[in-house]
């Protein structure tokens, strides 16, 4: 056997060597109250009990505060101006279309996977959603036997050349779960455990779904529930001698009015009115092929304006009730780390508990059964960053980030 590295380098970034077994948890969706309502209920002993050992700290996810940019960050340990991935969907200027920004080609950057596959190290990454799992898993060498990436939701369609496993599903003896249910994220933890009794991984990425979250708020049954079911997983994974560390992608705030309904502003609306139809362009970057549980409504949106009054209708944008940031594109690219050529003209934040659409004939919210709860902004912006080991050498005065996690597990933990 090789001899391993003390330390491997990616994306100016150096991450030393592992000498335990690492796991890193993206629980989507959790704002840090879920998991302090839940110790706090009583439903979350083991991680009551390796955070007062560990580490309970805080961290800021990126903006916009979405699934994709924020996955990418934590596993390239880098912001979307380098990665490239600023949101679930942009519009390609280039070739004049709006498309999902889920493809590996739209990565800048390899992941810190890729870096310690061509070391040696083994490595898994489970996924809820295949939107993310070709990106996760974007250039490991399946044919070495040291890699595994796959979903939960296609499970069952896994074979060896390109996700190193044949049919997760039936490996698992678990059934394909419903992508609207807590069951899609149990498959990730339930495959994580086997995976570290079998594969015996160097280091493991697990990323939920935040049906839950969405749905229901902290504190509650069936919020829970779920955090109970990982607590559980959690311990399994401590009892294999997993350093852990857990992060999410961004928190959930509602974003309704006292009556129950979506609080929106239909961005392409207002500039309909304001410009004349077929001026501007809103993108919506929450977009992705599962709207049940948002219905396409976030807090963060750009738009592509005319160059002649831009800066106009920017100030009144920001003027606008319930916007809480509406800055051009070279402002707002630097304020928020994103790269200017896969960003509009104007980029806005909405308030805590507004969402922002396109047209309100555009959106179909009859699936929402629930009070809206969204995410995508400033407000969603702290997150848990917690491992099970206490961690040495963070000095007070440092800003944490969510995709700090990986630094925090492999060269802090104690």
Same mark, same amino acid.
């Given at each position: 056997?090789?001899?391993?590295?003390?330390?491997?380098?990616?994306?100016?970034?150096?991450?030393?060597?592992?000498?335990?077994?690492?796991?890193?948890?993206?629980?989507?969706?959790?704002?840090?109250?879920?998991?302090?309502?839940?110790?706090?209920?009583?439903?979350?002993?083991?991680?009551?009990?390796?955070?007062?050992?560990?580490?309970?700290?805080?961290?800021?996810?990126?903006?916009?505060?979405?699934?994709?940019?924020?996955?990418?960050?934590?596993?390239?340990?880098?912001?979307?101006?380098?990665?490239?991935?600023?949101?679930?969907?942009?519009?390609?200027?280039?070739?004049?279309?709006?498309?999902?920004?889920?493809?590996?080609?739209?990565?800048?950057?390899?992941?810190?996977?890729?870096?310690?596959?061509?070391?040696?190290?083994?490595?898994?990454?489970?996924?809820?959603?295949?939107?993310?799992?070709?990106?996760?898993?974007?250039?490991?060498?399946?044919?070495?036997?040291?890699?595994?990436?796959?979903?939960?939701?296609?499970?069952?369609?896994?074979?060896?050349?390109?996700?190193?496993?044949?049919?997760?599903?039936?490996?698992?003896?678990?059934?394909?779960?419903?992508?609207?249910?807590?069951?899609?994220?149990?498959?990730?933890?339930?495959?994580?455990?086997?995976?570290?009794?079998?594969?015996?991984?160097?280091?493991?990425?697990?990323?939920?779904?935040?049906?839950?979250?969405?749905?229901?708020?902290?504190?509650?049954?069936?919020?829970?529930?779920?955090?109970?079911?990982?607590?559980?997983?959690?311990?399994? !994974?401590?009892?294999?001698?997993? /350093?852990? %560390?857990? +992060? =999410? @992608?961004?928190?959930?705030?509602?974003?309704?009015?006292?009556?129950?309904?979506?609080?929106?502003?239909?961005?392409?609306?207002?500039?309909?009115?304001?410009?004349?139809?077929?001026?501007?362009?809103?993108?919506?970057?929450?977009?992705?092929?599962?709207?049940?549980?948002?219905?396409?409504?976030?807090?963060?949106?750009?738009?592509?304006?005319?160059?002649?009054?831009?800066?106009?209708?920017?100030?009144?944008?920001?003027?606008?009730?319930?916007?809480?940031?509406?800055?051009?594109?070279?402002?707002?690219?630097?304020?928020?780390?994103?790269?200017?050529?896969?960003?509009?003209?104007?980029?806005?934040?909405?308030?805590?508990?507004?969402?922002?659409?396109?047209?309100?004939?555009?959106?179909?919210?009859?699936?929402?059964?629930?009070?809206?709860?969204?995410?995508?902004?400033?407000?969603?912006?702290?997150?848990? !960053?917690?491992?099970?080991?206490? /961690?040495? %050498?963070? +000095? =007070? @005065?440092?800003?944490?980030?969510?995709?700090?996690?990986?630094?925090?597990?492999?060269?802090?933990?104690?």
């Amino acid at each position: 056997m090789s001899e391993k590295p003390a330390s491997v380098s990616v994306n100016g970034r150096d991450y030393k060597w592992p000498s335990r077994p690492v796991c890193v948890v993206c629980i989507d969706g959790s704002e840090p109250a879920y998991i302090e309502k839940a110790i706090e209920m009583g439903v979350m002993p083991y991680m009551k009990e390796a955070l007062a050992k560990g580490a309970d700290l805080r961290a800021d996810c990126v903006i916009p505060s979405f699934t994709n940019p924020n996955n990418m960050s934590i596993v390239t340990g880098q912001p979307p101006k380098v990665h490239g991935i600023c949101g679930n969907y942009f519009y390609d200027m280039e070739n004049d279309t709006e498309v999902m920004m889920n493809e590996p080609r739209f990565l800048r950057v390899p992941t810190i996977f890729k870096a310690f596959q061509d070391e040696g190290a083994k490595i898994a990454v489970v996924t809820a959603k295949d939107k993310l799992r070709r990106m996760l898993g974007h250039e490991l060498d399946f044919s070495k036997g040291t890699a595994i990436s796959f979903s939960s939701e296609k499970s069952n369609e896994t074979n060896m050349a390109e996700h190193g496993i044949e049919n997760a599903s039936e490996w698992l003896g678990r059934e394909v779960p419903s992508v609207y249910s807590a069951e899609l994220s149990e498959f990730i933890f339930a495959a994580g455990v086997k995976l570290a009794d079998e594969f015996k991984p160097d280091l493991m990425y697990l990323s939920t779904t935040d049906y839950i979250q969405h749905k229901h708020a902290p504190g509650t049954p069936v919020a829970n529930e779920f955090y109970a079911m990982l607590d559980k997983y959690m311990a399994q !994974l401590d009892e294999r001698g997993f /350093v852990i %560390g857990m +992060t =999410a @992608d961004h928190g959930m705030k509602p974003k309704h009015t006292g009556e129950g309904e979506p609080d929106v502003i239909f961005l392409q609306d207002v500039l309909d009115e304001w410009l004349g139809k077929g001026q501007s362009r809103v993108i919506l970057p929450i977009t992705d092929p599962y709207v049940v549980h948002h219905g396409a409504l976030g807090s963060f949106a750009t738009a592509y304006l005319p160059e002649e009054g831009r800066e106009e209708i920017i100030a009144k944008l920001a003027a606008m009730d319930g916007m809480m940031v509406a800055l051009n594109r070279e402002e707002g690219c630097a304020k928020f780390e994103l790269p200017e050529d896969r960003t509009g003209d104007v980029i806005l934040v909405s308030d805590t508990n507004k969402v922002l659409g396109t047209s309100a004939d555009r959106h179909d919210l009859s699936a929402l059964k629930e009070p809206l709860r969204s995410h995508g902004g400033i407000s969603e912006q702290q997150v848990p !960053l917690l491992c099970n080991k206490a /961690v040495e %050498g963070i +000095t =007070a @005065d440092r800003r944490l980030r969510n995709f700090d996690v990986f630094d925090v597990a492999l060269n802090h933990a104690s």
